[in-house]
């Protein structure tokens, strides 16, 4: 079972940036995929979370909603995070990872407890003028 996140960059205040979550090993859609970042000095935060297709449902961190959007592409086994109106403070390595309980415990803490059962490693996000 691998994760990768990949897509980051350097990206100017208010620009946009679509980040790729990629399997191996297993499918996406099984599974509840949440979307994490963590900023040099500070603790991970969560980002967003979505559901498999059969259930449904995506939830978002309250400083990313209206900005970030998650999809699947289930024919191409890839979740997207979708970031538009990216702010300085949006710096961050961001992460993937596979929870099997599909966004349960994201959803009953808020993203206080993460719940997931396989991570990824991260891309580098830095939004600079």
């Known amino acids: 079972v691998q994760l990768q996140a990949s897509g980051g960059g350097l990206v100017q205040p208010g620009g946009s940036l679509r980040l790729s979550c990629a399997a191996s090993?297993?499918?996406?859609?099984?599974?509840?995929i949440g979307w994490f970042r963590q900023a040099p000095g500070k603790e991970r935060e969560w980002v967003s979370c979505?559901?498999?297709?059969?259930?449904?449902?995506?939830y978002y961190a309250d400083s990313v909603k209206g900005r970030f959007t998650t999809s699947r592409d289930n024919a191409q086994n890839t979740v997207y995070l979708q970031m538009n109106t990216l702010k300085p403070e949006d710096t961050a390595v961001y992460y993937c990872?596979?929870?099997?309980?599909?966004?349960?415990?994201?959803?009953?803490?808020?993203?206080?407890?993460?719940?997931?059962?396989?991570w990824g490693k991260g891309t580098q996000v830095t939004v600079s003028s």
């Open positions: 979505i559901r498999s297709s059969d259930g449904g449902g995506i």
């Open positions: 090993g297993f499918t996406l859609d099984y599974y509840g």
């Open positions: 990872a596979a929870d099997r309980q599909n966004c349960r415990t994201v959803a009953l803490t808020r993203g206080r407890h993460s719940g997931m059962d396989y």
